[in-house]
């Protein structure tokens, strides 16, 4: 018998696949921090959403075959600890990539057309101002997509298809498929901030050693305000990847200043946010309680895929794109 436990509320279809298997016992601890600690001593597999796992929690899990993500960023377990005792750490790839690209293009487009603004307008009976906040079209524009991999691959093409100029960027960029898709491309994106109109995020957030990775490849405040002066003035960025990727402080006083046009975010250094924190007052913002995976097709699949790569780890099928520290593994 495999003790699978999971952290927190799954969708059914999730739990399902876990309960239909007559040699799993599910542990649902529905976000209970003690519980998951006390049940993880004898646990084969460890299925987490939201809830931090350190490397103290993890050294109890004596029996611990694999870790499953309810989703494709890892910041919140201690992947290091999983590598070094060469436990696969697990992702839902693929399973929220629609949702997300769609949360983005909804967030430019409603910066780009100051929805918020005029519908605000509209309803105070202020017809007469239908005016009064610049638009423009998103057609010919140049928008910077930092990070090509899974999400990064599949939002570019949503772009070039409402006409807009495409460049991605990627320390490890696959130069190739953007050609194939019409886009241009670097391998140091600062060089592309001068003249883009639009920045968005694909990149996962690690600051180097913490995950196993090397310094040199940390992504911890990657967008801070040398990046943002480097903008035009009109410029937007959209952060649907990781809270920590940008700092929000510079951004909020980029905005404040005019020195870019304005900032959708759907993720957070902290979470839920501080009441202090200046972004939550600023115009020209549009936020998202970092639920841009969470529509009911993306939940759905986010269970699925997760419970089903804890079982193919059980059944020695695992596919090995789905194993995030794959290559740290093998350095150990």
Known sequence: MKKVVVTEELHDDGLQLLRERADVELIEANGDFDSVKHELHDAHALLVRTMQIDADILSNAKKLEAVSRHGVGCDNIAVAELSRRKIPMLIAVDSNTTSVVEQVLMMMLALNKRAFQYDALTRAHQF????????????????????????????????????????????????????????????????????????????????????????????????DKPELDALPK????????????????????????????????????????????????????????????????????????????????FDGCVRPEVVFNAAEMSRQ
């Open 234 to 313: 009109h410029a937007y960025v959209i952060n649907c990847a990781r809270g920590g990727i940008v700092n929000e402080a510079a951004i909020a006083e980029s905005i404040t200043n005019g020195s870019i046009a304005g900032f959708g975010c759907d993720v957070f250094s902290t979470e839920p946010p501080a009441d202090d924190n200046p972004l939550l007052t600023l115009p020209n913002t549009i936020l998202s309680p970092h639920n841009a995976a969470s529509t009911n097709e993306g939940l759905s699949r986010m269970a699925q895929y997760s419970a089903q790569n804890i079982l193919d780890v």
């Open 128 to 223: 007469h101002q239908r005016c009064v906040h610049p638009t423009s079209e998103l057609l010919d524009k140049k928008a910077l997509v930092v990070g090509f991999g899974r999400i990064g691959k599949r939002v570019a093409p949503v772009l070039k298809a409402f006409g807009m100029r495409v460049t991605v960027a990627d320390i490890d960029l696959d130069a190739e498929f953007a050609a194939q898709l019409g886009c241009e491309s670097c391998t140091d994106f600062r060089d592309q901030l001068a003249d883009s109109d639009y920045v968005t995020l694909h990149v996962p957030l690690h600051d180097g050693s913490a995950n196993g990775f090397g310094p040199e490849t940390s992504t911890h405040n990657l967008i």
